[in-house]
């Protein structure tokens, strides 16, 4: 006997939908789960990470497209939506902007335009939609 293919998708909700309340006086979603650590190899963690590059990149007013050197952290945080606290460290590659594909981008080698940088970015996600937003960033050269 086969198993319906919603029943997954349910067991998974419910206990999101559970963890998420509303103050009626207020009107406000309350997060009932808190950051808690999560692997960086998640694949939410990773489609995050790629959202908030493509937003640095297009708000960055530099020439050169920054690539992530390594996640460092990742917390999930469930409200209304999954909100992901990652930790990334950044440097500019030797590609130029605009660029869609960075697949054949490296690290700046060139000493003079060599730059690291650490960021935190908080993406809200509903993963399941296909739908992120960048909520913030806050970025500091290494």
């Not at 209304?80 to 950044?90: A, K, L, P, S």
Request: proline letters at 4%.
């Amino acid at each position: 006997m086969t198993k319906p293919l919603w029943l997954p998708l349910i067991l998974f909700i419910l206990p999101v939908a559970l963890a998420v309340g509303v103050d009626q006086s207020k009107n406000e979603v309350k997060a009932h789960s808190y950051f808690g650590y999560i692997n960086i190899s998640n694949a939410n963690v990773k489609q995050c990470v790629w959202f908030a590059m493509k937003e640095y990149n297009k708000a960055s007013e530099d020439k050169y497209v920054f690539l992530v050197d390594k996640t460092l952290l990742a917390k999930l945080q469930i409200t209304d939506r999954m909100e992901y606290h990652i930790d990334v460290q950044i440097s500019r590659s030797n590609c130029k902007k605009p660029l869609n594909n960075t697949k054949n981008c490296i690290p700046q080698k060139n000493s003079k335009l060599e730059k690291k940088v650490n960021c935190s970015f908080l993406v809200g996600a509903l993963p399941w939609n296909g739908e992120f937003n960048l909520l913030s960033k806050e970025c500091k050269d290494v």
